[in-house]
């Protein structure tokens, strides 16, 4: 089983889904965290509350019941079960902390788009504070062509949370607002296709770090957190 798990109780199950794996898919033969959590529990109740998108890394929470995962999926509408992420991005905003506020439609190509507000588009929030950030003299790569901000710097790591819980939001809000995330080929630039290629990234780096809710039974506050298992994470001498 590629899923870890972190926490169980009769209640909910906590895990560790890696890069690469879905959280639940219909296509026939592909392994997803659902079939595999099916599977360990022997055909038992695993309702889903949130998802990360394939290529993302990071802990999820399963309502082993129905009342469970009723009670979860109402905490999560509420704000009251919070993500937090670190993510790798191309480039060094100008901001060291800053929040993002666009609004997002869904393309035919299943991708998020950054439109006007109005009509369909869902109001996306999200704030983001740089930890640390690498430069190409660091990496030896005199050849990759300069941010059109940052100078020499290319790869910074983001400390991110979200308001909203909209499809890709932090990989289409970082990229519109001018810093893809290495690894995303859905949403990158040249750029980011190049320094992704160079340092063997293949996934999205992107990370569900540290997962804070309230047990649907006992109602206490729980707390997990997990480092991010990508190699370019270690990278990073914060983590």
Request: aromatic share 6%; proline share 3%; charged share 20%.
């Amino acid at each position: 089983m590629r899923t870890s798990i972190q926490y169980e109780d009769k209640d909910i199950l906590v895990v560790y889904k890696p890069a690469g794996l879905a959280t639940q898919t219909s296509k026939v033969g592909q392994a997803d965290v659902v079939s595999e959590l099916k599977n360990y529990l022997k055909g038992g109740y695993v309702g889903v509350v949130h998802r990360l998108d394939q290529p993302v890394e990071g802990v999820l929470v399963f309502g082993k019941n129905k009342s469970s995962a009723a009670a979860l999926t109402n905490q999560l509408s509420k704000g009251i079960l919070n993500k937090h992420y670190y993510a790798v991005i191309c480039g060094q905003p100008t901001e060291t902390e800053a929040e993002l506020v666009d609004y997002l439609t869904k393309t035919s190509d299943n991708k998020a788009q950054v439109s006007q507000p109005g009509g369909e588009a869902k109001k996306a929030v999200l704030h983001y504070k740089i930890l640390e950030s690498l430069t190409t003299e660091e990496y030896s790569m005199t050849d990759i062509p300069e941010n059109r901000t940052s100078g020499n710097t290319i790869l910074s790591l983001a400390d991110i949370h979200i308001e909203t819980g909209r499809f890709h939001q932090i990989r289409a809000q970082m990229s519109h607002a001018g810093y893809p995330l290495l690894g995303d080929v859905k949403y990158g630039t040249e750029l980011s296709g190049q320094l992704s290629k160079q340092l063997n990234v293949r996934n999205v780096a992107l990370c569900a770090c540290e997962l804070t809710l309230e047990h649907p039974t006992t109602h206490k506050k729980m707390n997990f957190q997990i480092k991010p298992q990508g190699i370019i994470f270690n990278r990073f001498s914060i983590l």
